[in-house]
């Protein structure tokens, strides 16, 4: 924190949890607004966690104003890639597959360059973008992943102008005084390079500060949309139209605004099937006053806003939320939300007790009720939950690999906190990495796990979601008490469907794409 | 000083409370100011003025119970003005304590509760309102809201009917049944209610967006993008007398701005000028105030003075990509084409991301006969704001 109010400080940082040496366990990037970002390898051994700091001679050499991470395997030569969002341009590093990285940033068209050849002018300016989230999507089809940039604002800390509350103390702006900068879709040339498809998409048409990013398929066509929660104005939900276009149904589908009809700050955001029911619902994070939002959606992209009646929106009105995920802590086949939090503006009562960084908040811990409700579990959650910090950033994913998922935790001006997830591997579980060719992630593949007595539990091969950070893309469904899966059905991103009929629980199965029995 | 001022305020509540009703005195936080340091200085004045008056009230043994719940409440006032709702809340509840049948300390605490996200005691204070006095329009809408925030739309049907029993075409309750339906997924009665609500009051955009989802529950698409299309953000609020009391009770930079940003969307420009101008002296530096002063000062014909004023905010903050822009307009209004297009060009280098500075700048380039960089400005505005259809229409005039 300089003191001096620069909105940039408080935005960032993200986390991402990513097996960049393929050794079968998850390594940590932590993403620094100040410095270097840090690569941790992961030396997990007979179930003991250690790290080490391989940043040195990794390669992943970040340029500083680090915001966010996505990952995903861009060459699809089985190795995950590294993109980093910052406050500047942008990085995309490539993994040699040798447990080191090259900055590919430049020659694949992904450090931020001007939307279009044309706007060559003034693109010193464009440099000084602002990105926070970003996602790998493979949104064609054609099996390589493409990547969507979410952008922020226009800021800049020489000519940024300073703000104040109404008692006329200077404090953090609004997201309102900057022009929002539009996002960026970028397509995979297949060769090692993007073309920047933003306008071609439609996507130039309507944009606003994006902080959050998700991409699932959420009106259930087989074609993956892009969802953008804006900070102070409508979010977009980006419906995929088969053609290389996307058509905005935010306002349509009831997932632009509030119940009110306001636009909330939305930061953080999810998408799962916390209700079982076959189709992506969206959880997003929003300031302290708003509350967070639910919207339920219908199986053909239709929402229905029900943060109230679950509970996720009034016991969150105290907190501002940033990093969120759907994930089954208990293993009970219920996908449950964990919220990191940490406020924006000043909070008087942290500054009259001289707090040298008063904008810390608890994290929240919600358990699903299987009924669309949820019960606010934060207190029984442990310590961790009891601590109070800034909370942006937060990765999800089973670093321990004992069956149920840990989360990462990156803290602005503060350390970043693993929590251990000890309750999820007392039930049973499936754990599964969906890949192809030479064993790269299918992002985007749905799987389905029909249980014995013929429900099924859908879940989505991921790594974006959350804020700023990056996931686990490996899928693990909770069975509680259930010993045994009668089928499992993956929806593969092409559309083509296999299923598995003996597939072991309590383990993680690689299922490679068209090699089913 | 502060913990004697605790110890004498414990005192005075429970002897006011024993001898003035039977309520259970409640137990009172401790009070003392928040840091003020970082306030405007008339605000700091403000509240130290007020809360000496506090103290000098609390000394005296013979001060009534209500002129000093009175003195707590004015400090809260002050205090939930300036958003310091934590702070605040002391002294509501002090005041509370001190005179339990005045409604006015229980409706702010509503309103304290409800900014901080506590929609449970929320409610619970706006209900004290109700039971003081049970029809008080802006306490039952604010009550039904605090409920559907809730999730608890049955409860909030009731007092929205009762509200509309008391005004039959009350906008905010009309609205709040319509979204209370709506929650019920009562499509049919939400589309009845939503639709009275805007023809009460149809410059309230906002009711659209809830209107939209109501006929997209009743399954009618058309009229659900009708309405999505129209939705804007002009908010409803119940009439709030209390709440607009505290409205231009601060005397700060930032207080004088929003009376000069209210007295400008209700085109009173005079006004505005008098507000931004006290909020230019009370922060010299502040570029936005001064720019502000500059508007109001044009859009009341004082070119001159406005001219004045857009100078003095790029002088003092070069950066001020706004400050740049304004001077743009005025110059390129009176024909000083050269010294216009300096500032635009100014303005779009600063925040390349600014549409109308940067199409201001073609404008001047193209009347300074510069056509070829007046279509690259224009062909990058097309590029940039697809929205901002004047870009594509202005390159069309030029080829």
Known sequence: MSGKFEYAEI????????????????????????????????????????????????????????????TGDFNNDGCVDLFLTNLGPNQLFRNNCDGTFTDVSRQSHTDGEPVSPKLAIDRKASEGGWSVSAAFVDYDRDGWLDLFVGNYVSWHAETSMPCFSPSGRQDYCSPNVFQPQPSRLYHNNRDGTFTDVTAAAGLLREYGPALGVSTA??????????????????????????DGTFKNMGLLSGTALSAHGKAKAGMGVDAGDFDNDGD????????????????????????????????LGPASRAYTGFGTAWFDIDNDGWLDTLIVNGAVQTIEALRRLSDPFPLHQRKLLFRNLRDGRFEDVTARGGPAFQLSEVGRGAAFGDIDNDGDVD????NNNGKPRLLINNIGSRSHWIGLRLVAGKGRDRIGARVGVVLDAGRTIWRRARAEGSYASANDPRVLVGLGQTTHVALVRVVWPDGRTEEWKTVAIDRYTTLTEGDSK | M??????????????????????????????????????????????????????????????????????????????????????AEAYYLHAQALAPSDMRWPYYLGHVYRLRGDLATSAASFERVLRLRPNDLAALVWLGDVNVDQGKPEAAEPLFARALSLQPRLVAALFGAGRAALARRDYAHAVDQLEQALAADPRATMIHYSLGLAY?????????????????????????????????????????EEQGVRALSSRDFASAVVHFRRAVELAPDNPALRHKLGTALSLSGDTRAAFEEFEETVRRSPGFSQGHYSLGVLLAQEGRLPEAVDRFGAAVRLDPEFPQARYGYALALAQMKRYEEARKQLAEGAARFPDHQEFAEALTRLK
């Open chain 1, 280 to 311: 992506d619902d969206l959880f997003v994070t929003n300031l302290t006053g708003e509350g967070n939002d639910l919207y339920v959606n219908d199986g053909i992209g239709l929402f229905e806003e029900q943060s109230a009646r679950s509970g």
């Open chain 1, 407 to 410: 989360v990462l935790v990156a």
């Open chain 2, 216 to 256: 997209r529950g009743l399954g009618d698409t058309a009229k659900a993008d009708e309405h999505l299309r129209q939705r804007g953000g002009v908010e409803v609020g119940p009439p709030d007398p209390l709440m607009i009391a505290l409205r231009g009770l601060l005397h700060g930079a930032v207080n004088e």
């Open chain 1, 11 to 70: 935005i960032g940082s993200g986390a991402a949890m990513f097996d960049y040496d393929n050794d079968g366990d998850l390594d940590v990037l932590l993403v620094q607004y100040k410095g270097q970002s840090r690569l941790f390898r992961n030396d997990l051994s007979d179930g003991k966690l250690s790290f080490t700091d391989v940043t040195e001679n990794s390669g992943v050499s970040s340029r500083g104003n680090g915001m966010g991470v996505a």
């Open chain 2, 2 to 87: 502060t913990k004697r001022l605790v110890l004498i305020c414990l005192g005075t509540v429970l002897c006011a409370c024993s001898s003035e009703s039977k309520v259970t005195p409640e137990p009172l936080t401790p009070v003392a100011l928040p840091d003020l340091s970082r306030m405007d200085a008339p605000v700091q004045q403000q509240l130290r003025e007020r809360s000496q008056t506090l103290a000098s009230k609390v000394e005296k043994p013979d001060t009534p119970p209500l002129e000093l719940a009175e003195s707590y409440g004015e400090v809260g006032n002050l205090l939930l003005a300036a958003e310091y709702t934590e702070a």
């Open chain 1, 217 to 242: 398929d959420f009106n259930g066509d087989g074609w993956p949309d892009i969802y953008v929660a804006n900070d102070g104005q409508p979010n977009q939900l980006w419906i995929n139209q088969h």
